[in-house]
């Protein structure tokens, strides 16, 4: 079976898309399935192996990437084979799986934990080892790789090694994937990158034409923009670690559009229109001229049960989490000037919105329905920098009393809020905050089943990356 990733590296990068189905409103896999087809894509990554995902993929060509988040599911070889038998042999004929990510950035959630990197290491191992022995080792087992793996503090790429406490577990990491040819998978997020190091937000993005930005490095490189630093720094990283000629994959790139400086529709349009068509055009970078460079858009939906640490998070998508698409972005690469395909088969509930009814004396109590309200439904638009974050006080209670509502598929007592709350029909939405109306209750989420799991894809920094947006929230004040 020929992957379609392969045969199209010969012409140029590949550009997939990620999907994760951390959401309350979340769409079918069917239907992502289809918006993935209408929009070009031949690539996708997700985030888990269910039976539904893969049978919605199956028949349509899509290049698929799996994941294993559980590793300690599989401890043994007999573990491993009985894996590959349920997820890839019984699937190979009709879905194109063509690698298998163990666990989620494991070394950059573990940097203190030896024994959580030997056990995705040990995981790693034996599932390329049972795909080999089953006679499908065209399909690779890998890992994924955040920033944080990297020295800190570099001010250009050629500085950039492995962190000294992590050698030895990523040593056999790259033994793992040299021995089977195997990518090495890397995370880039321009925009906290560029925040993080205090540098020009102009070079977050692709087309910065500011020279008062760029980096110069050894051998005469200039570096224009964070995509190419960061990518070039694992490049950097593993030459030294002597894995140089290991093939680099970007994982996931992203760019948020709500719950963060910056993060907007339009910076986000940008971002991708000016780096797509670089991909797809093997323009490469200073340390790989000319190189395909295969990517992983991140991500297809919004999901509103990522971590709220990280509030930009539930705000990946280039869809919201009811299908609409937010912004113009071609997923082929070629530059188009146009929007992605609409969702097909979605339902919206009513035109319908919970708000604040009056304003109240009784301060605490309000302050504790709204608190149970966010803590259950999807505030972040009210981040600093986010798109609701200059409403009123007023306002802001009724957007978290409405998502609330929503979240609930605007169930009549959702609006109560022991008499704070009035369902009205006229849209409260006021200048870029948009208060929505989600989809009917289908295939959804629901809470219970997602304590301990909303973060089992998250991307970005630790907790203390969120106050660094409200330090230098100023600098993204343009966007």
């Known amino acids: 079976m020929i992957s379609l990733l392969t045969t199209s590296k010969v012409a140029n990068g590949a550009i997939g898309i990620t999907w994760g189905r951390q959401s309350v409103q979340r769409l079918v896999p069917s239907m992502v399935v289809d918006l993935m087809l209408q929009n070009g894509v031949q690539n996708a990554r997700i985030y888990s192996s269910q039976t539904d995902i893969l049978q919605a993929f199956s028949g349509s060509g899509i290049n698929l990437t799996v994941g294993i988040f559980n590793i300690s599911l599989i401890k043994t070889d007999e573990q491993a084979l009985l894996w590959v038998q349920k997820k890839v042999i019984e699937y190979y004929a009709t879905v194109d799986i063509r690698r298998v990510i163990i666990g989620n950035y494991i070394f950059k959630n573990s940097l203190n934990n030896v024994e959580a990197r030997s056990d995705a290491i040990r995981t790693l191992d034996k599932v390329q080892n049972a795909l080999n022995k089953a006679g499908y080792g065209d399909v690779k087992a890998t890992l994924t790789h955040a920033p944080q793996v990297l020295t800190d503090n570099l001010t250009r790429p050629s500085e950039a090694e492995f962190k000294t406490g992590l050698m030895d577990d990523m040593n056999r990491v790259l033994n793992i994937l040299k021995t089977n040819n ?248 006021t200048g870029e905050c948009v208060f929505p109306v989600e989809v009917v209750k289908g295939n959804q989420n629901l809470l219970d089943k997602q304590k301990g799991r909303a973060g089992m894809h998250g991307i970005g920094g630790d907790r203390c990356a969120v106050y660094f947006v409200l330090l230098i929230s100023v600098l993204w004040a343009v966007f």
């Open 182 to 429: 195997s990518p090495f998978l890397i995370q880039i997020f321009p925009a906290l990158f560029v925040l993080r190091n205090n540098m020009d937000p102009t070079f977050a993005f692709p087309d910065n034409n500011n020279p008062a930005s760029f980096v110069k490095d050894v051998n005469g490189a200039v570096y224009t923009n964070a995509f190419d630093f960061m990518y070039d720094s694992f490049v950097w990283a593993l030459e030294k670690a002597g894995a140089g000629d290991l093939e680099l994959v970007v994982d996931q790139v992203c760019w948020p559009t709500d719950g963060f400086p910056g993060g907007n529709s339009s910076a986000a349009e940008r971002f991708f229109r000016a780096l797509l068509p670089r991909v797809a055009s093997n323009q490469g970078t200073p340390k790989r001229p000319g190189r395909p460079i295969d990517i992983y858009v991140h991500s297809l939906s919004d999901e509103t049960r990522m971590p709220l640490s990280e509030p930009w998070g539930r705000h990946w998508g280039i869809y919201r989490s009811n299908g609409e698409p937010k912004y113009k972005i071609d997923l082929t690469g070629q530059g188009r000037d146009i929007f992605p395909a609409q969702a097909k088969g979605i339902m919206r509930m009513p035109e319908r919105w919970c708000v604040l009814k009056n304003i109240t004396r009784d301060a605490e109590k309000l302050d504790k329905q709204t608190q149970e309200a966010c803590a259950y439904a999807d505030c972040t638009s009210l981040a600093p920098g986010g798109s609701c974050s200059r409403l009123t006080f007023e306002e802001m209670v009724s957007y978290k009393f409405n998502v609330y509502f929503q979240a609930r598929f605007q169930e009549e007592d959702a609006c109560d809020f022991e008499g704070f709350g009035e369902v009205v029909t006229e849209n409260p939405s």
